[in-house]
């Protein structure tokens, strides 16, 4: 059964999974692991060093399909136990979404797309990938690092988090222009492959869009009111 207002920590974890298995994925993210039975949303995460109250936004967040910032940030989140989340949400999709959708794109096109198509769509997925991982290694070594001091008290003079905010291109977009070069123009019969290829595209997409709206309506706005209190 569906819940139609906000989780709370008093909530069972197990409930909210059943009821929203795309959580999982935010779960995995927090370093929470499955297993844990009957406990409540509050007994999971202390268990496993989890800011409660961060998990909580963000799942309500994404459940509640909001994309506006939330009120009261700095009381929502914890930007150390945010960072750990975003940094997770990085090496997933590069360390195993990406390489596994490179294979098995590689496979659905080898047997029914001319040379020169597969090479094509395989060029272009590429170069997805590379502005992807060029997106997140510059939140890695640059904003993260920079969040972190401001955390010690130590605020940087020739930056500011209006900067990443400003270059904050939503990387989602070249896997819709992917997704639609495939729908409109793979040649031969579709597949079981193919179809799951396509599937895991349009996951992917969606995944992208929450990462980061994530970013922009929980990350940058808690670093703003950050900043102003240094």
Known sequence: MYKKEAYRETDKMFDLISNNYSMLLVMSRFGIEPGFGEKTIGEVCRQDKVD???????????????????????KCISLEHIIVYLHNAH??????????????????????????????????FDEYACEVDKHMMYEEKIVFPYVRNLLKGKKNPKYNISIFHRRHDQIESK???????????????GSNLF??????????????TTHNQIENNLFTPAILELEKQI
């Open 52 to 74: 409660c109250c961060t998990f909580l936004t963000v799942v309500n967040f994404l459940i509640q399909k909001r994309n506006t910032p939330v009120e009261d940030i700095n």
């Open 91 to 124: 090496d997933y999709f590069l360390k195993f979404r990406l390489p596994h959708l490179r294979r098995k794109l590689t496979e659905a096109t080898k047997d029914n797309c001319p040379e020169d198509v597969a090479f094509a769509i395989t060029k272009f």
């Open 175 to 189: 896997i819709t222009e992917l997704k639609y070069l495939l729908l409109k123009y793979y040649p031969g019969k």
């Open 195 to 208: 179809n799951s290829v396509l599937f895991d595209i349009f996951s992917t997409e969606k995944d992208l």
